[in-house]
C-alpha cells in the first residue's frame, strides 16, 4: 500500500502495538535542555532507575543563559537550574554542551549542526519546537515533563497515531520574501489551530526550493499552526547539508544511509487525511499586527477592521490584540513604530538568517529610537559569523552582538522587552507578555527585522533591498 | 508510584467550582527543580495573606482536616494551564483522592501519571458530601477495587473509571513501570534496529 512518509517513519518505530491502546514508539534522539528536565531526572532519582540509552540524548542550556558577560548569571533560580543540569548529565551519564562549549547553542539549531538530526528518525524535546528537526524528514515533536522521564528510562513513548495532513507550497516565491513569510502566510491563511491532531508534510515546488536552514524556518513553526510536528521529506539539499556532519554516518556508510534516507519519501498515490494548498506568489513579506501568530499580513496591507470578520468572537479576538498591541484597526503596517529589534530564536538565528540581516544593515545605523541586538543560534553559528565579520557589521551600524542563546525569545534570562515597548522579532511566538510583562511582539523575517531596525517602523524590504548591493 | 486500594480519611471540603491549575500552584512557585516540595505551595493564596500570615478562614487552614487524604470540590476541577506541578502539589500535601462532578482533561490525565485518584459522582452527591463535611469532620471510605465511596453514615456511592487507569493505580505503577513490562519487547526492537 502506498505510504506517506509520515506513516513510513512511525510504522518503522512501533516497538508495540494492540487494539485499543496508543502505539509503544522508539525514540531514536532525545534532546534535552535545562528547564524541563529537572523533575524528570528527580524521578528516576526517586524511582532508582537509570538512562536506558544515555547514548541518544544529548543535552545543552540555552533558555537561561545569560548572552552577555558570561559566565556570570545574575538570577539565582536560572543559575541553580544550569547548575542541576550539569549534575544530572554527569549522574546519569548524559552527554552535555555547557554554557561554555563550543557546541552549545539552543537545542534545536545544534541537533542538525552537529548532524544528530537525520531523516527517519523520532526526535522529542521537552520543548514544543522540536518540530524544527522535521525539516529532514524526521517526526519530531515536544513532549512534558513526565514523557521525559518516560523517554529517559524506556527510550519509548506511548503515542495514538496522529492524522496526516499535507500543505503544499505551489509556484515560486518573490524576491525579498523568506521562508518565515512562507509559514506566518500559511498559519495566517488557515490558522493556529488547523493542524492539531495531525502531522504536517509540507511540499510543493516552493518548498523544494529551500535550503536546509529555510526548511527548519517552516518546519519550526508548525508548532504554531497546532500541528503535533511538521516535515519536509528528505532530497539532494538534505543529504548534502549532512554529508561530513560530525555525528552523521560517514564514508560510505553514509552513502548507504543517504539512500534508505530519499526511499522515505512519500510513495505516489499515497493519500493524506487533510490536504491545503498556497500559492507562492501570493506571499508577501509578513508582520503580525496581533497577540497570536496568526494574526499577521503581508507588508503593503493593513490591520483588518473589525467590518472584515462575521464573528463576534473573532471581532472581540480582533479588539482585544489592538488593545493589547496599542494600535488601531486598519491602520498601515508600515506606520508601526519599534523601539526594539531581536534577531535570533530557533525559527530565525542560524547564518542565512544573520547575513540576510547583515546584507540590509550593511553601512548604515540602526534609528536613534531602535535598541536592536542579534543573538546568534549557535557558538557555532557566532564562530562562523565571526569569520565572515558579520559581528563587525551590525556593531558598527549600532547592534549589541551577543552569546547564543534563547535570549528575547521568551525572555527568561535579563534580555526583556520591557512593558508596553514593541519589538521586531525573528522568533516565532507573539504571546501577550511573550518577551517581558506587557511587551508587544511582531513576527517578521530577519531581513524585515533588520530593515525596520534601521528606520525605526516597518518597510517593505523589497524596496529598500533594490538600492543595496548584496 | 504508591498502589491505591482502601483510602479511609474525614474528606477536606473545598466548596469551590472551577478551580484552575494557576490556583492550585500559583506560577511563582514552578521554577523549582524537584517534582516534590510543591505541597507547602498548594492553594497558596487561598491559605496565606498577602503578609504571609495564615488565613484562618480557608478550610484547608481548620486543624480538624489535618491529615485528611481526600479531597472534595465543585465542578471543572483543574482547568487552566497543563502545568504538571499541579497534581505534583497535591499529591506532596497528601492527597490521595479528589471527588469532584467534573474534572478538566488534562489535569484528570495527569492525575493518573502520579497516582492520584480522581473520582466524578453527581452534583447530588457531592453537595450532601460538602454539607456533611463542613458541619462536622465525615469520614469516606474509598475503595478502587470494588470502586465505591462510602459515607461513614452508611450511604454508598459506585463510580466509574477506565480500566486501563484502575489496574494502574491499583498496583501502583506508573506508565514507566507498566513500558517496563514491554521491555523485551523494546530489547528486541533495539537488537533488530542496532
Ligand atoms: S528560541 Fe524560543 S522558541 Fe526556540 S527553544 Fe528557545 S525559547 Fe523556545
Known amino acids: ?470 | 508510584m504508591e498502589p491505591i486500594n482502601k483510602i479511609e480519611s474525614v474528606l477536606t471540603p473545598l466548596d469551590k467550582n472551577n478551580v484552575d491549575t494557576d490556583q492550585i500552584i500559583s506560577k511563582e512557585f514552578l521554577k523549582r527543580i524537584e517534582r516534590t516540595g510543591f505541597g507547602k505551595y498548594l492553594f497558596y493564596h487561598w491559605r496565606f495573606n498577602a503578609d504571609g500570615t495564615k488565613n484562618e478562614d480557608f478550610v484547608m487552614n481548620d486543624p480538624r482536616f489535618d491529615g485528611s487524604t481526600i479531597l472534595v470540590a465543585h465542578e471543572n476541577f483543574g482547568c487552566g494551564s497543563s502545568r504538571e506541578h499541579a497534581p505534583w502539589a497535591i499529591l506532596d500535601y497528601g492527597f490521595r483522592v479528589v471527588i469532584a462532578p467534573s474534572f478538566a482533561d488534562i489535569f484528570y490525565n495527569n492525575c493518573f501519571k502520579n497516582g492520584i485518584l480522581p473520582i466524578t459522582l453527581s452534583v447530588a452527591e457531592i453537595d450532601e458530601f460538602l454539607r456533611k463535611g463542613k458541619e462536622a469532620p465525615y469520614t469516606l471510605t474509598v475503595s478502587l477495587e470494588d470502586q465505591t465511596v462510602a459515607g461513614e453514615d452508611g450511604s454508598v456511592y459506585d463510580f466509574d473509571i477506565d480500566p486501563y487507569y484502575k489496574k494502574m493505580l491499583l498496583n501502583g505503577w506508573d506508565e514507566i513501570s507498566l513500558t517496563f513490562q514491554y521491555e523485551d519487547k523494546i530489547s528486541e526492537y533495539e537488537q533488530k534496529h542496532a
Open chain 1, 1 to 470: 500500500m502506498a505510504k506517506t512518509i509520515i506513516e513510513k517513519i512511525w510504522d518503522e518505530h512501533i516497538v508495540y502495538e494492540e487494539k485499543g491502546k496508543p502505539d509503544l514508539l522508539y525514540i531514536d534522539l532525545h534532546l534535552i535542555h535545562e528547564v524541563t528536565s529537572p523533575q524528570a531526572f528527580e524521578g528516576l532519582r526517586l524511582a532508582n532507575r537509570k538512562v536506558r540509552r544515555p547514548d541518544l540524548c544529548f543535552a545543552t542550556m540555552d533558555h537561561n543563559v545569560p548572552t552577555k558577560n558570561l559566565p556570570v548569571i545574575n538570577d539565582p533560580i536560572a543559575k541553580k537550574q544550569i547548575t542541576t543540569l550539569a549534575k544530572n548529565c554527569e549522574e546519569f551519564g548524559v552527554q552535555l554542551a555547557d554554557m561554555q562549549h563550543p557546541d552549545q547553542g539552543i537545542v534545536h539549531i545544534i541537533g542538525p549542526e552537529l548532524g544528530l538530526t537525520q531523516p527517519g528518525k523520532t526526535i522529542v524535546c521537552g520543548d514544543s519546537h522540536t518540530s524544527t528537526h522535521g525539516a529532514f524528514g524526521a517526526i519530531a515533536f515536544g513532549i512534558g515533563t513526565s514523557e521525559v522521564e518516560h523517554v529517559l528510562s524506556t527510550q519509548t513513548l506511548w503515542q495514538g497515531k496522529p492524522k496526516t495532513m499535507e500543505i503544499r507550497v505551489t509556484g515560486k516565491i518573490g524576491f525579498g520574501v523568506t521562508a518565515k513569510d512562507i509559514i506566518l502566510a500559511i498559519i495566517s491563511k488557515f490558522g493556529i489551530g488547523v493542524g492539531t491532531g495531525h502531522i504536517v508534510e509540507y511540499t510543493g515546488e516552493a518548498i523544494r526550493g529551500l535550503t536546509m536552514e529555510e526548511r527548519m524556518t517552516i518546519c519550526n513553526m508548525s508548532i504554531e499552526a497546532g500541528a503535533k510536528a511538521g516535515l519536509i521529506g528528505p532530497d539532494e539539499t538534505t543529504i548534502n547539508y549532512l554529508r561530513g556532519r560530525r555525528y552523521a554516518p560517514q564514508g560510505e556508510e553514509f552513502e548507504a544511509a543517504a539512500e534508505r534516507w530519499l526511499a522515505l519519501n512519500t510513495d505516489e498515490g499515497a493519500t493524506y487525511d487533510q490536504v491545503l494548498e498556497i500559492h507562492a506568489d501570493e506571499i508577501e513579506p509578513f508582520v503580525t499586527w496581533g497577540t497570536n501568530p496568526s494574526m499577521g499580513s503581508g507588508i503593503s496591507s493593513t490591520i483588518p477592521t473589525t467590518a472584515d470578520y462575521v464573528s463576534e468572537t473573532d471581532k472581540s479576538a480582533l479588539r482585544s490584540a489592538m488593545e493589547y498591541m496599542g494600535l488601531e484597526e486598519g491602520m498601515a503596517l508600515t506606520d508601526i513604530e519599534i523601539q526594539h529589534a531581536f534577531i535570533g530564536s530557533c525559527t530565525n538565528a542560524r547564518l542565512s538568517d544573520l547575513e540576510a540581516a547583515a546584507n540590509i544593515v550593511k553601512g548604515k545605523h540602526v534609528h536613534p529610537t531602535v535598541t536592536a541586538i542579534v543573538v546568534p543560534g549557535s557558538r557555532t553559528v557566532k564562530k562562523q559569523a565571526e569569520d565572515i565579520g558579520l559581528d563587525k557589521i551590525f556593531t558598527d551600524a549600532g547592534f549589541d552582538w551577543r552569546e547564543s542563546g534563547c535570549s528575547m525569545c521568551l525572555a527568561m534570562n535579563d534580555d526583556v522587552v520591557p512593558a508596553g515597548e514593541r519589538c521586531a522579532s525573528t522568533s516565532n511566538r507573539n504571546f501577550e507578555g511573550r518577551q517581558g510583562a506587557g511587551s508587544r511582539t511582531h513576527l517578521v523575517s530577519p531581513s524585515m527585522a533588520a530593515a525596520a531596525a534601521l528606520h525605526g517602523h516597518f518597510v517593505d524590504v523589497r524596496k529598500i533591498e533594490a538600492t543595496v548591493q548584496i
